[in-house]
């Protein structure tokens, strides 16, 4: 059974989304505030986090920055319909996905059914890459660069793995969220563009003059053995 832990200051909010969880087997914890959601979180291990934005004593941000510097959980991020600048602050500091409000039950749950395949599959994957000097290990979702290791979010991972798959194969920006969602709809792209980011930090001697992950101007990103 699948756990998961659901924060967010609106009763309404957090009953349905529960109830939706537990009706479809999952083990739900709930949450109100930030601190409490921190100490729940440091205190079990979930599955999955489903964390709203704006909470009471500690923003939601702020407990993904937490989260994200001691666990890789997969976290989504719930955010109002047009805080853009609340979706790209929540995917810069590691969040996998958003969700804005309102949503429906059948979305947010798709979401998170597909965030937790996506994890089985690399799980089930035995497989290791290495790209000079990136070492991808698929089955423990473990990077290291240049023999240093450093954490990334299952969607980090998941695009930086499928660029891994045929080094100096360019792959668009569709592509990459296609296989981002697993599904045809792709949502924002925008969202592709912060996850290079954010890889680029992490994997790039110089992020401001990449090596590694490239961009091919109008076509897409290729990942470049160096």
Known sequence: MNTV????????????????????????????????????????????VILDVMLPQMSGTDVCRALRAES?????????RDAERDRVSGLELGADDYVTKPFSSAELLSR????????????????????????????????????????????EFKVLALLAERPERIISR???????????????????????????????RDPTHPQRLVTVRGMGYKLVPT
Not at 6 to 31: K, Q
């Open 174 to 204: 569709r592509e990459l969220m296609q296989h981002l969602w697993s599904s045809e709809h792709v949502g924002d792209e925008h969202a592709c563009e912060v996850h290079i980011s954010n890889l680029r930090r992490k994997i790039e």
């Open 72 to 80: 890789d959980v997969p976290i989504v991020m719930l955010t109002a």
């Open 112 to 155: 998170v059914r597909a965030i937790l395949r996506r994890r089985e599959l690399d799980r089930a994957t035995h497989a290791v890459r290495d790209l000079g000097g990136l070492h991808l290990d698929l089955s423990r979702h473990e990077v290291t660069v240049d023999g240093e290791p450093v954490r990334l979010t299952l969607s």
């Open 5 to 48: 832990l659901v924060v967010d200051d609106d009763p309404g909010v957090l009953d349905v989304v529960a109830f939706t969880l537990r009706r479809e087997g999952f083990a739900v914890d709930e949450e109100r505030d930030g601190p409490a959601a921190l100490a729940a979180a440091r205190t079990r291990e979930y599955d999955i």
